[in-house]
């Protein structure tokens, strides 16, 4: 059992940053794939980004690439989100997933196991 907690979201204008945390329980966390997801109102899940159980292997959805980053410290127990130049379209929910999957870093969502409650962004233009 893992639980999953997400911080670090807010209001923040266009072109601006925020970085995303996830602190995960339990003593396992580097056994686990983690991904983020995101959910804007009216629109379905999408995948944001996700790093392999090491951080050695990282996958980002085309929309976010060269601007969001994910990274992990297994040390902490906790994975990142740095997102760069948001723009109003990145407005949405984001939650922390993790995998159990010991390969790559998954991008679906059904591929993952348990999952944060979420943090709010919204970037105004």
């Known amino acids: 059992q893992v639980q999953l907690v997400e911080s670090g979201g807010g209001l923040v204008q266009a072109g601006g940053s925020l970085r995303l945390s996830c602190a995960a329980s339990?003593?396992?966390?580097?056994?686990?794939?983690m991904g983020w997801f995101r959910q804007a109102p009216g629109k379905e899940r999408e995948f944001v980004a996700s790093?392999?159980?090491?951080?050695?292997?990282?996958y980002s959805a085309d929309s976010v690439k060269g601007r969001f980053t994910i990274s992990r410290d297994n040390a902490k127990n906790t994975v990142y989100l740095q997102m760069n130049r948001l723009k109003p379209e990145d407005t949405a929910v984001y939650s922390c997933?993790?995998?159990?999957?010991?390969?790559?870093?998954?991008?679906?969502?059904?591929?993952?196991?348990?999952w944060g409650q979420g943090t709010q962004v919204t970037v105004s233009s």
């Open positions: 997933a993790a995998s159990q999957l010991r390969v790559g870093a998954p991008s679906r969502w059904y591929d993952y196991n348990y």
């Open positions: 339990g003593r396992t966390f580097s056994s686990y794939a």
């Open positions: 790093i392999n159980w090491s951080g050695g292997t990282t």
